[in-house]
């Protein structure tokens, strides 16, 4: 019987890796037929985000990350909302933090800020103050964690 085509994993990671280990152990036949759904490329993000979002609320670099890109699949924030459960302004906020930059979005995923931080700095749209203004917060705010100050 021929081999199929390989395919990426858009949901189902965990359950991929477990499969993996169990072959590496012996425990089944590295061709242990798996059960799939196939689903087009254009609905294959949304799948994924969905299935994360399931097991546990994901975390907001997580949603600013898959927000964009199914924006890059052409999605608006309403579709986006409408398939993930979220709304849709709730999806342009998270979309107007994937313009900071990358440092900062690597502080975020690291929970070295938050996403109040983030919308505060994304007030900001040139990348290079941003992050001086992120750099300067960190030097003047307490143990080296940015501090919101009112004035």
């Known amino acids: 019987m021929p081999r199929p085509a390989c395919h990426g994993t858009g ?3 965990r359950r991929l890796a477990a499969m993996n ?3 590496t ?3 089944i036949h590295p061709d242990w037929p798996v059960r799939v759904k196939v689903v087009p490329d254009n609905l294959a993000t949304a799948a994924s985000l969905t299935e ?3 097991h ?3 975390h907001p670099a997580e949603q600013i990350a898959g927000f964009r890109a199914m924006a890059a699949e052409g999605k608006t924030p309403a579709q986006t909302g409408d398939l993930l459960g979220y709304s849709p302004r709730h999806v342009q906020r998270m979309l107007k933090l994937a313009g900071l930059a990358p440092v900062i979005l690597e502080a ?3 929970d070295k800020i938050t996403t109040e931080h983030c919308q505060a700095l994304a007030l900001e749209d040139n990348p290079d103050r941003q992050v001086q203004v992120y ?3 960190c030097r003047e705010g307490w143990n080296n964690k940015p501090e919101v100050r009112v004035i």
């Open 11 to 13: 949901a189902g990671g």
């Open 21 to 23: 280990l169990l072959a």
């Open 25 to 27: 152990e012996n425990t």
């Open 52 to 54: 994360n979002g399931q």
């Open 56 to 58: 546990l609320e994901m």
């Open 108 to 110: 975020l995923a690291a």
């Open 135 to 137: 750099e300067a917060a």
